[in-house]
Protein backbone atom coordinates (compact mmCIF):
# COMPACT_ATOMS: atom_id res chain seq x y z
CA UNK A 1 0.00 0.00 0.00
CA UNK A 2 0.77 3.53 -0.70
CA UNK A 3 2.47 5.34 2.26
CA UNK A 4 3.17 8.92 2.77
CA UNK A 5 5.18 9.94 5.55
CA UNK A 6 5.49 13.40 6.97
CA UNK A 7 8.75 12.96 9.44
CA UNK A 8 7.88 16.27 12.05
CA UNK A 9 4.94 16.18 14.10
CA UNK A 10 5.91 20.07 15.28
CA UNK A 11 7.79 22.18 13.77
CA UNK A 12 8.37 25.98 14.92
CA UNK A 13 10.00 28.72 13.25
CA UNK A 14 9.83 32.88 13.33
CA UNK A 15 8.56 34.83 11.50
CA UNK A 16 10.65 35.39 8.49
CA UNK A 17 12.44 32.87 8.37
CA UNK A 18 12.39 30.19 5.40
CA UNK A 19 10.45 26.79 6.46
CA UNK A 20 10.49 23.77 4.83
CA UNK A 21 7.91 20.96 5.09
CA UNK A 22 8.97 17.56 4.52
CA UNK A 23 6.69 14.95 2.78
CA UNK A 24 8.23 11.42 1.42
CA UNK A 25 6.07 8.88 -1.05
CA UNK A 26 6.12 5.54 -1.53
CA UNK A 27 3.97 5.01 -4.84
CA UNK A 28 6.48 4.21 -7.84
CA UNK A 29 4.83 4.85 -10.36
CA UNK A 30 3.22 8.60 -11.66
CA UNK A 31 1.46 9.88 -8.45
CA UNK A 32 -0.33 12.92 -7.98
CA UNK A 33 0.93 14.50 -5.19
CA UNK A 34 -1.22 17.47 -3.10
CA UNK A 35 -1.07 19.40 0.17
CA UNK A 36 -3.62 20.66 2.16
CA UNK A 37 -3.88 23.34 5.24
CA UNK A 38 -5.95 23.11 8.14
CA UNK A 39 -5.94 26.45 9.84
CA UNK A 40 -7.43 26.77 13.15
CA UNK A 41 -10.88 26.24 13.17
CA UNK A 42 -11.32 26.09 9.87
CA UNK A 43 -12.26 23.23 7.39
CA UNK A 44 -9.30 21.29 5.62
CA UNK A 45 -8.49 22.96 2.30
CA UNK A 46 -6.45 22.27 -0.93
CA UNK A 47 -3.52 24.36 -0.70
CA UNK A 48 -1.62 23.12 -3.70
CA UNK A 49 -1.14 20.60 -6.14
CA UNK A 50 1.87 19.54 -8.11
CA UNK A 51 0.43 19.25 -11.61
CA UNK A 52 -0.79 23.02 -11.46
CA UNK A 53 3.08 24.11 -10.48
CA UNK A 54 1.27 27.19 -9.02
CA UNK A 55 2.64 28.94 -5.85
CA UNK A 56 -0.44 29.76 -3.20
CA UNK A 57 0.48 31.78 -0.43
CA UNK A 58 3.78 32.17 -0.92
CA UNK A 59 4.45 28.25 -1.45
CA UNK A 60 5.61 26.17 -3.54
CA UNK A 61 6.27 22.35 -3.43
CA UNK A 62 8.50 20.34 -6.18
CA UNK A 63 8.18 17.32 -6.81
CA UNK A 64 11.16 14.93 -6.66
CA UNK A 65 10.83 11.56 -8.12
CA UNK A 66 14.73 10.76 -7.23
CA UNK A 67 14.04 10.86 -3.63
CA UNK A 68 10.24 10.35 -3.89
CA UNK A 69 9.78 13.89 -2.18
CA UNK A 70 7.38 16.67 -1.89
CA UNK A 71 8.80 18.83 0.29
CA UNK A 72 6.76 22.58 0.87
CA UNK A 73 8.54 25.28 0.79
CA UNK A 74 8.28 28.98 1.67
CA UNK A 75 10.90 31.28 2.03
CA UNK A 76 9.42 33.98 4.24
CA UNK A 77 7.06 32.36 6.71
CA UNK A 78 3.67 34.65 8.27
CA UNK A 79 2.04 34.00 11.62
CA UNK A 80 -0.72 33.29 9.34
CA UNK A 81 0.72 30.18 8.06
CA UNK A 82 0.34 28.81 11.31
CA UNK A 83 -1.83 26.21 10.53
CA UNK A 84 -1.97 21.95 10.34
CA UNK A 85 -0.18 20.55 7.02
CA UNK A 86 -1.28 17.19 5.24
CA UNK A 87 0.86 15.52 2.24
CA UNK A 88 -1.53 13.68 0.50
CA UNK A 89 -1.20 11.21 -2.75
CA UNK A 90 -3.69 9.51 -5.34
CA UNK A 91 -3.57 5.53 -4.11
CA UNK A 92 -2.38 3.85 -7.16
CA UNK A 93 -4.57 5.27 -10.58
CA UNK A 94 -7.38 5.27 -7.98
CA UNK A 95 -9.27 8.47 -6.70
CA UNK A 96 -9.01 7.57 -2.95
CA UNK A 97 -6.23 10.00 -0.98
CA UNK A 98 -3.87 9.18 1.00
CA UNK A 99 -3.01 11.24 3.69
CA UNK A 100 0.11 11.56 5.71
CA UNK A 101 0.18 12.33 9.49
CA UNK A 102 0.25 16.01 9.04
CA UNK A 103 2.94 18.58 10.29
CA UNK A 104 2.04 21.23 12.73
CA UNK A 105 3.25 24.53 11.70
CA UNK A 106 4.08 27.03 14.15
CA UNK A 107 5.07 30.81 13.28
CA UNK A 108 5.94 32.87 16.22
CA UNK A 109 6.55 36.61 15.97
CA UNK B 1 -17.93 27.37 -4.75
CA UNK B 2 -18.59 23.44 -3.88
CA UNK B 3 -20.18 23.16 -0.42
CA UNK B 4 -20.00 20.27 1.64
CA UNK B 5 -22.36 20.40 4.49
CA UNK B 6 -22.32 18.05 7.59
CA UNK B 7 -24.90 18.08 9.44
CA UNK B 8 -23.82 18.43 13.24
CA UNK B 9 -20.64 20.20 14.15
CA UNK B 10 -20.61 18.14 17.46
CA UNK B 11 -22.36 14.94 18.63
CA UNK B 12 -22.28 13.18 22.13
CA UNK B 13 -23.69 9.93 22.02
CA UNK B 14 -23.80 6.49 24.45
CA UNK B 15 -21.94 3.30 23.49
CA UNK B 16 -23.99 1.29 21.68
CA UNK B 17 -26.36 3.57 20.10
CA UNK B 18 -26.79 3.34 16.25
CA UNK B 19 -25.38 6.65 15.25
CA UNK B 20 -25.64 8.24 11.96
CA UNK B 21 -23.46 11.11 10.07
CA UNK B 22 -24.69 13.23 7.48
CA UNK B 23 -22.93 14.84 4.44
CA UNK B 24 -25.05 16.85 1.61
CA UNK B 25 -22.98 17.94 -1.38
CA UNK B 26 -24.40 20.41 -3.91
CA UNK B 27 -22.12 20.06 -6.81
CA UNK B 28 -23.48 16.92 -8.20
CA UNK B 29 -20.05 15.09 -7.62
CA UNK B 30 -19.77 11.49 -8.19
CA UNK B 31 -17.16 10.81 -6.14
CA UNK B 32 -17.80 11.26 -1.87
CA UNK B 33 -15.50 9.74 0.67
CA UNK B 34 -15.48 9.62 4.97
CA UNK B 35 -12.45 10.07 6.69
CA UNK B 36 -11.34 9.83 9.95
CA UNK B 37 -9.23 12.68 11.52
CA UNK B 38 -7.17 12.16 14.86
CA UNK B 39 -4.02 13.86 16.56
CA UNK B 40 -0.58 12.08 15.65
CA UNK B 41 -2.76 9.83 12.58
CA UNK B 42 -3.47 11.89 9.99
CA UNK B 43 -6.82 11.41 7.87
CA UNK B 44 -7.99 7.75 7.47
CA UNK B 45 -10.21 6.60 4.71
CA UNK B 46 -13.51 4.91 6.30
CA UNK B 47 -15.08 4.35 3.37
CA UNK B 48 -16.12 5.89 0.04
CA UNK B 49 -18.22 6.09 -2.88
CA UNK B 50 -18.35 6.88 -6.52
CA UNK B 51 -21.82 6.42 -7.88
CA UNK B 52 -25.14 6.34 -6.18
CA UNK B 53 -25.78 2.96 -4.46
CA UNK B 54 -21.93 2.18 -5.00
CA UNK B 55 -19.90 1.92 -2.27
CA UNK B 56 -16.32 0.94 -1.46
CA UNK B 57 -14.29 -0.12 2.21
CA UNK B 58 -11.38 2.56 2.56
CA UNK B 59 -8.71 1.53 5.30
CA UNK B 60 -10.68 1.43 8.72
CA UNK B 61 -13.89 0.33 7.53
CA UNK B 62 -14.63 -2.14 10.95
CA UNK B 63 -17.34 -0.57 13.17
CA UNK B 64 -18.71 1.57 10.24
CA UNK B 65 -21.41 1.37 7.06
CA UNK B 66 -22.68 3.69 4.77
CA UNK B 67 -25.58 4.62 2.79
CA UNK B 68 -26.08 6.35 -0.73
CA UNK B 69 -29.69 6.74 -1.60
CA UNK B 70 -29.11 9.88 -3.45
CA UNK B 71 -26.30 11.29 -5.34
CA UNK B 72 -25.96 14.83 -3.10
CA UNK B 73 -25.99 12.56 0.33
CA UNK B 74 -24.11 10.31 1.64
CA UNK B 75 -24.01 9.14 5.12
CA UNK B 76 -21.54 7.15 7.70
CA UNK B 77 -23.44 5.16 10.30
CA UNK B 78 -21.79 3.70 13.22
CA UNK B 79 -23.95 0.66 13.73
CA UNK B 80 -23.05 0.28 17.43
CA UNK B 81 -21.04 2.81 19.13
CA UNK B 82 -17.76 2.90 21.02
CA UNK B 83 -15.47 5.29 22.87
CA UNK B 84 -12.86 3.99 20.39
CA UNK B 85 -14.81 6.02 18.03
CA UNK B 86 -14.75 9.09 19.21
CA UNK B 87 -12.92 11.28 16.75
CA UNK B 88 -12.98 13.63 13.93
CA UNK B 89 -14.86 12.87 11.17
CA UNK B 90 -14.68 14.29 7.77
CA UNK B 91 -16.85 14.30 4.60
CA UNK B 92 -15.26 15.00 0.97
CA UNK B 93 -16.72 14.99 -2.43
CA UNK B 94 -13.93 14.98 -5.83
CA UNK B 95 -13.61 16.80 -8.67
CA UNK B 96 -11.11 17.75 -11.14
CA UNK B 97 -9.17 19.97 -8.77
CA UNK B 98 -8.81 17.93 -5.36
CA UNK B 99 -11.21 17.23 -2.39
CA UNK B 100 -13.21 19.69 -0.88
CA UNK B 101 -14.33 19.00 2.52
CA UNK B 102 -17.05 19.48 5.27
CA UNK B 103 -16.43 21.44 8.41
CA UNK B 104 -16.47 18.10 10.32
CA UNK B 105 -18.55 16.31 12.98
CA UNK B 106 -16.64 15.95 15.85
CA UNK B 107 -18.17 12.79 17.81
CA UNK B 108 -17.80 11.93 21.75
CA UNK B 109 -18.77 8.52 22.53
CA UNK B 110 -19.41 8.18 26.17
Known amino acids: AQRVTQPEKLLSVFKGAPVELKCNYS??????LFWYVQYSRQRLQLLLRHISRESIKGFTADLNKGETSFHLKKPFAQEEDSAMYYC???????????FGKGTKLTVNP | DVKVTQSSRYLVKRTGEKVFLECVQDMDHENMFWYRQDPGLGLRLIYF???????EKGDIPEGYSVSREKKERFSLILESASTNQTSMYLCATQSNYGYTFGSGTRLTVV
Open chain 2, 49 to 55: SYDVKMK
Open chain 1, 27 to 32: YSGSPE
Open chain 1, 88 to 98: AQTQGGSEKLV
